[in-house]
């Protein structure tokens, strides 16, 4: 099932970055070439992208319904802001801790107690009184931790199934799905409070879409797969994989600490800068998530096109509107950075990173010029953020693919 073959070590100026860098130890190397993946492979993967697409409907439910939201437990911005807040802290404390646990322990487990944990929570939290706002703040929170189990873990199990170019392709199918995802859960809660005059009610259908999902990764996901990572190899630019040839005998796996485990990433400046990297258009698609929908209701009530809101159920227009913008350019985007890696791959080894700079730069311009027309031209806005979002869905999944 292997053809082996030997190979030199590339001279330095031929070292590759991003999604082909590696550490690779002096000596000799063999190019390996493998069957294609079964077809058991597409199947595991389709279940775990509709998990991921329940995964962030929930995170942005809120957002779609913020102004109600607001309302009905009478919250200033600032306690507002505080509600994601509390999201995404306990999501970045919980997942360091669910990757070291998915290094060590049954990932399919993990994958199904988040699942089933986060969606009893977000249905919980469609009953919470006017009176205890405090609970939905910390049933936020609680969703956070169960969300971040399965976007840590997750894609590992994408990356352990396929290898080479296969797995940028289904890293770049599992991540079209974050924009998707994200803008259905605008389009669910707006229209869910529409149609039933309740903002509590676009909490009840999501979990409903977890219960199938948990059932599907009972079924159809293995409890092990095969960590095709877990060797140090780099992906040439000719598409072969260099693997370090290995002593026979000689025991691959060791047993690491998490201290150990992170001063070795911290070493590793590729992963580094990409994680600091990935924070800040984190940082930016947070704040247009949260926010953009009652940015631009406010902008319309300044220039007199809608009349302030002060009904129980207010419109959701703008949550709709910006969900189908953020489903249409996330799909665009994330296959275009893809297609774009792929091909630049073969002429420069420095691609992907230029692609993610270049594109958040071009995001960064864009999203400026949005802000700045908010006051004079509604229109423009739109367009604006249209395609400061189409440049920030380019890095989903070439970032991943440096990251992994």
């Not at 409070?193 to 979990?207: E, K, L, Q």
Request: net charge positive; aromatic share 12%; glycine share 10%.
């Amino acid at each position: 099932h292997e053809n082996t073959g030997l190979q030199s070590q590339p001279p330095p100026e031929e070292q590759n970055y991003g999604a082909t860098a590696a550490h690779v130890t002096q000596g000799p190397f063999v190019s390996v070439s493998r069957n294609g993946p079964a077809k058991r492979y597409y199947l595991i993967v389709a279940v775990l992208c509709y998990a991921n697409l329940i995964n962030f409907m929930d995170w942005f439910i809120v957002p779609g319904i913020l102004l109600d939201i607001q309302k009905y437990f009478k919250l200033s911005d600032g306690d507002t802001g505080l509600l994601q807040t509390v999201f995404i802290l306990c999501y970045m404390l919980a997942a360091p801790i669910f990757g070291y646990l998915g290094d060590r322990y049954n990932r399919k487990i993990i994958l199904g107690a988040g699942i089933f944990f986060w969606s009893g929570v977000t249905l919980g939290s469609s009953f919470i009184s006017e009176l205890h706002y405090w609970i939905f703040f910390l049933s936020r929170g609680l969703v956070g931790i169960g969300t971040a189990s399965y976007s840590t873990i997750a894609p590992t199990i994408i990356a352990d199934l396929f290898e080479e170019g296969k797995r940028t392709t289904m890293l770049s199918i599992f991540y079209i799905f974050i924009p998707v995802g994200s803008g259905l859960g605008y389009v669910l809660a707006a229209g869910m409070a529409d149609i039933t005059g309740d903002w509590h009610w676009a909490f009840r259908v999501t979990p409903c879409m977890g219960g199938l999902a948990l059932v599907l990764l009972i079924l159809l996901v293995p409890h092990r797969t095969q960590r095709r990572t877990a060797a140090h190899r780099a992906l040439s630019i000719s598409g072969t994989i260099r693997v370090a040839a290995e002593k026979p005998g000689v025991q691959r796996t060791t047993k690491t600490t998490w201290c150990q485990d992170v001063i070795s990433l911290a070493k590793n400046w590729s992963f580094v800068w990409s994680s600091l990297g990935l924070t800040a258009m984190a940082f930016v698609t947070g704040a247009l998530g949260m926010w953009v929908p009652l940015f631009l209701y406010r902008a319309q009530v300044l220039q007199g096109i809608v009349s302030p809101c002060l009904q129980e159920s207010c419109n959701s227009s703008n949550s709709l509107i910006f969900g189908g913008i953020t489903i249409g350019t996330g799909i665009l985007g994330v296959i275009t950075g893809a297609e774009a890696a792929r091909r630049l791959r073969k002429i420069n080894n420095k691609a992907d990173p230029l692609i993610c700079a270049m594109s958040m730069f071009i995001s960064a311009l864009c999203l400026y010029i949005a802000l700045m027309v908010a006051q004079t031209n509604i229109p423009s806005t739109f367009i604006f953020i249209a395609f400061g979002e189409l440049f920030l869905s380019v890095n989903w999944a070439v970032v991943t693919d440096i990251l992994l």
